[in-house]
């Protein structure tokens, strides 16, 4: 979803479910901002801000519509709202406080996939920036000392201090692909990622509560979604 920001540009892309039913029967789409850097600054890049207008307030509105109506939800809606309140209905619930937090949404280096440049080098996946440090390459195999010192121990000694007193720790969906620069984290970039990610969750919290109000069964459905 890319500059000039515009409402119409989402709405144009629902119709097409309506227009080529036997076509896009049964796809399910999502849709989300580029990664700051990899739009030019002149092109309007700095309103690339998860918590604007933006695509959380317009599928919420679209959402909570065919919600109280009873009717389909579109695809395209569906892919942007569904996940985010999944996470919240199936969340880890504690009868008291846990000792140890994963590394927010980070994905395990090199486990989960993996992204190889014509170089034949590796990185972590396809979004990561390429200031990044690679984790290796395919004449030497995977790099595991870089893994740990600058994906594992390297982000978790940039983050703790930040992270052991948020309250979106266990909610939270921040991850290399992010943050990452040539040193390893850059931890000024990453809190901008990570007051955009509260408010964010913010917002869903508000509007998973508020879908419960109207029909306290109305999400039970997501406790068979599956979250990648």
């Known amino acids: 979803y890319a500059p000039p920001f515009s409402e119409n540009k989402l709405n144009r892309i629902c119709e097409l479910w309506t227009e080529y039913p036997s ?3 049964g796809i399910r789409a999502t849709i989300t901002y580029p990664l700051l850097g990899t739009i030019a600054p002149d092109i309007n890049g700095s309103c690339i801000l998860r ?13 909570l519509i065919a919600y109280i109506s009873k009717k389909p939800v579109m695809p395209l809606i ?4 569904e996940t985010p309140l999944a996470r919240l209905f199936q969340r880890p619930v504690y009868t008291k406080p846990v000792s140890n937090y ?32 690679t984790i290796g390459n395919v004449f030497s195999g995977i790099d595991r000392g870089t893994i740990r010192e600058i994906y594992v121990d390297g982000y978790a000694k940039a983050s703790i201090a930040d992270c052991s007193c948020c309250w979106a720790i266990q909610l939270c ?14 931890i000024s970039r990453k809190r901008l990622e990570c007051a955009a990610e509260r408010k ?29």
């Open 51 to 63: 918590e604007d207008k933006s695509i959380q307030k317009w599928a919420f509105e679209k959402y």
């Open 102 to 133: 994963h590394l927010n949404g980070c994905c395990i280096p090199g486990a989960r996939k993996l992204y190889v440049t014509a170089k034949g080098n590796y990185y972590l996946c396809e979004r990561m920036p390429t200031a990044a440090r």
């Open 23 to 25: 076509l896009l029967q």
């Open 173 to 186: 969906r921040i991850c290399y692909a992010l943050c990452s620069n040539s040193e390893g984290v850059d």
């Open 200 to 228: 964010a969750l913010e917002h869903a919290l508000e509007f998973y509560c508020e879908l419960l109000e109207l029909d306290s069964r109305g999400l039970d459905f997501l406790k068979n979604f599956i979250l990648e």
């Open 78 to 81: 569906a892919g942007i709202v």
